[in-house]
């Protein structure tokens, strides 16, 4: 299959964590692409993500909603959009557990609205071959399920069990994408990731909020005994995943990423503490602080995942280390405190 560059991309929640660092790499790296961002701004989203662009000439950021269709058929027409690659989404699971309404209308609908314009644009009114464009859905680990300890990762065909409001609006958003692809031919490809971390990330993550409650020398709360692991991937090692699958998947695959890892919660807090423990050292060790907190309800125990076939298929794997990853994340968090 030829390599696929878009001409001009959508980007759903473009100033989200995840999508802004994947609008500055599709900037900085493919001269042909124009982008336009789509966000809502909700909680998630910041446009001082999208700060000091690289060749921001060829951006364009419109504050919207994925479900608004008028506004994403026009987005689609006025831009000559030959690519969508879909970021938007409600992803806290404690958020989608203390109110789920959010999740479906977003995750759901948004999608639904999303596929819809595609159909029609490229498709019905045949502006694109569908070899000529390309829909990405960005999906996570987290429709899989949960894994025991001495289960083997998460693969592409692993079968989809969530177990949150999130992870079920996210995989009935990836079966929607997958029926337009099966049965309108649109051509759709898919990712899987593992949990991701970096700069500038929302701060009720996990990983922000160990940082914030360390530097602020308050109790860094840890769920359980905080035994329960997680796959880690650098979110920048995730973006250029991605660009792959667009350039040279092909639709209607899946291709996991994943870091090779997954740590308990609380070795994650240490190597965190760690770091700080050098770069802002204390009496005694930020690692004094970690205070064990009541579990969350239906709390995954485990998420790992199997990436040998973006490994074999698009000569991708991680390039940052868990280690290395970890201290550009602080590093960033000392550098940019909350105001």
Same mark, same amino acid.
């Given at each position: 299959m030829?390599?696929?560059?878009?001409?001009?991309?959508?980007?759903?929640?473009?100033?989200? *964590? +995840?999508?802004?660092?994947?609008?500055?790499?599709?900037?900085?790296t493919?001269? !042909?692409?124009?982008?336009?961002?789509l966000?809502?701004?909700?909680?998630?989203?910041?446009?001082?993500?999208?700060? =000091?662009?690289?060749?921001?000439e060829?951006?364009?950021?419109?504050?919207?909603?994925?479900?608004?269709?008028?506004? &994403?058929?026009?987005?689609l027409?006025?831009?000559?959009?030959?690519?969508? +690659?879909? *970021?938007?989404?409600?992803?806290? &699971?404690?958020?989608?557990?203390?109110?789920?309404?959010?999740?479906?209308?977003?995750? +759901?609908?948004?999608? *639904?609205t999303? /596929?819809e314009?595609?159909? %029609?644009? @490229?498709?019905?009114?045949?502006?694109? #071959?569908?070899?000529?464009?390309?829909?990405?859905?960005v999906?996570?680990?987290?429709?899989?399920?949960?894994?025991?300890?001495?289960?083997?990762?998460?693969?592409?065909?692993?079968?989809?069990?969530? %177990?949150?409001?999130?992870?079920?609006?996210?995989?009935?958003?990836?079966?929607l994408? @997958?029926?337009?692809?099966?049965t309108?031919?649109? $051509?759709?490809?898919?990712?899987?990731?593992?949990?991701?971390?970096?700069?500038? #990330?929302?701060?009720?993550?996990?990983?922000?909020? &160990?940082?914030?409650?360390?530097?602020?020398?308050?109790?860094?709360?840890?769920?359980?005994?905080?035994? =329960?692991?997680?796959?880690?991937?650098?979110?920048?090692?995730?973006?250029?995943?991605?660009?792959?699958?667009?350039? #040279?998947?092909?639709?209607?695959?899946?291709?996991?990423?994943?870091?090779?890892?997954?740590?308990? %919660? /609380?070795?994650?807090?240490?190597?965190?503490?760690?770091?700080?423990?050098?770069?802002?050292?204390?009496?005694?060790?930020?690692?004094?602080?970690?205070?064990? &907190?009541?579990?969350? $309800?239906?709390?995954?125990?485990?998420?790992?995942i199997?990436?040998?076939?973006? !490994?074999? !298929?698009?000569?991708?794997?991680?390039?940052?280390?868990?280690?290395?990853?970890?201290?550009?994340?602080? #590093?960033?968090? /000392?550098? %940019?405190?909350?105001?």
């Amino acid at each position: 299959m030829a390599t696929f560059t878009p001409r001009c991309a959508l980007v759903t929640g473009g100033a989200g *964590f +995840i999508g802004s660092h994947f609008v500055r790499h599709t900037l900085a790296t493919q001269p !042909q692409t124009r982008i336009v961002t789509l966000d809502k701004l909700t909680y998630s989203g910041s446009l001082e993500r999208l700060n =000091n662009l690289p060749n921001g000439e060829r951006h364009t950021f419109v504050r919207g909603d994925i479900g608004d269709a008028p506004l &994403v058929e026009r987005l689609l027409r006025d831009h000559a959009v030959d690519a969508i +690659i879909h *970021f938007a989404a409600e992803t806290h &699971v404690d958020r989608s557990i203390s109110g789920p309404a959010p999740f479906i209308q977003t995750n +759901i609908v948004g999608t *639904f609205t999303l /596929l819809e314009a595609a159909r %029609n644009y @490229w498709l019905t009114e045949k502006k694109y #071959q569908p070899d000529h464009c390309r829909y990405h859905q960005v999906s996570t680990d987290e429709v899989f399920g949960s894994l025991n300890d001495d289960d083997p990762p998460f693969v592409e065909t692993t079968p989809y069990h969530p %177990n949150s409001p999130y992870s079920a609006s996210k995989a009935a958003a990836d079966h929607l994408a @997958w029926s337009y692809h099966h049965t309108f031919g649109l $051509p759709v490809t898919f990712s899987h990731c593992s949990n991701n971390y970096g700069p500038s #990330q929302q701060r009720e993550a996990f990983i922000p909020t &160990v940082i914030r409650a360390a530097l602020a020398q308050q109790p860094i709360p840890l769920y359980g005994d905080g035994g =329960n692991r997680r796959d880690w991937l650098f979110v920048e090692d995730h973006c250029h995943g991605i660009d792959r699958v667009i350039q #040279q998947g092909r639709p209607g695959e899946r291709y996991n990423f994943g870091g090779g890892r997954d740590p308990t %919660n /609380l070795e994650i807090v240490h190597l965190v503490c760690a770091i700080l423990d050098r770069l802002r050292p204390i009496t005694g060790s930020h690692a004094r602080l970690i205070t064990f &907190v009541s579990d969350r $309800p239906g709390h995954d125990w485990r998420y790992a995942i199997h990436f040998g076939k973006a !490994q074999a !298929q698009l000569a991708w794997q991680p390039a940052v280390s868990l280690s290395a990853g970890l201290e550009q994340t602080v #590093q960033w968090h /000392l550098e %940019n405190p909350p105001s």
